[in-house]
């Protein structure tokens, strides 16, 4: 399933930007948030997910990739909310994100297009305060929808990144396939000692 094509690059970025950019466990390791260049980089990698418009995108300066830092770890709590279906919860968050970072829609028609479509986007804290706006937005329209049960948290042992489910079935409990091998791996052994 595909969310409308427009908010389903921030809604990526929004999962990309909390997988790269706070701390916790990854695949069974720990995760440690990249600094200096490593950041610049981690950071505007996320950003460029976003879609075409986006790929060229320069490379973030040093504060403008610190502050990512911040709006990944503002944005982590509504996947971790949606995860426990707790809809108030990830709803509220998105709510004072919103409001926070002053989003607003603006339509927008990018080079080579013939056609406008509505972006949002954050009008304070600069470039950061722009994707926050346009993530918080994205998965705003998410969760305000019938696919509100679509964003998740791995549910691997040692594992806690983001997820948005975008399979036909909504099955998808697992960051990527990694983790879904290492407890597929694990269930086998445990049935074979027995
Ligand atoms: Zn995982």
């Known amino acids: 399933m595909e969310f409308d094509s427009h908010y389903s690059g921030p809604v990526r970025v929004a999962v990309l930007l909390v997988n790269a950019l706070t701390s916790g466990e ?6 440690v948030v990249p600094v200096d260049d490593d950041l610049r980089e981690a950071a505007t990698t ?7 418009s986006t790929e060229d995108l320069p490379l973030l300066t040093d504060t403008e990739a610190e502050a990512m830092v911040q709006v990944a770890e ?22 004072r994100l919103l409001e926070h970072y002053a989003t607003q829609p603006r339509l927008v028609r ?3 297009q013939d056609f ?6 954050g009008t304070r804290d600069g ?10 937005a994205a998965l705003a329209v998410v969760l305000g929808s019938a696919a509100r049960d679509r964003l998740g948290i791995c549910t691997a ?19 990527s396939t990694a983790c879904q091998n290492r407890v597929k791996t694990a269930a ?3 049935r074979n000692r027995n």
């Not at 503002?74 to 709510?95: K, Q, S, T, V």
């Not at 406008?116 to 986007?121: D, K, M, P, V």
């Open 116 to 121: 406008w479509h509505l972006h949002f986007a």
């Open 74 to 95: 503002e944005l982590a709590p509504i996947f971790a909310a949606a995860a426990e279906a707790d809809h108030d919860g990830a709803a509220e968050r998105a709510n």
């Open 46 to 52: 996320a950003l460029r997910a976003a879609g075409e």
């Open 26 to 31: 990854e695949r069974g390791r720990r995760l």
């Open 188 to 190: 086998f052994r445990a």
């Open 157 to 175: 042992p040692r594992c806690d990144r983001a997820y948005v489910d975008t399979s036909h079935n909504g099955s998808r409990r697992f960051c």
């Open 110 to 112: 990018h080079l080579g």
């Open 127 to 136: 470039v950061a305060g722009e994707w926050a706006g346009a993530c918080a």
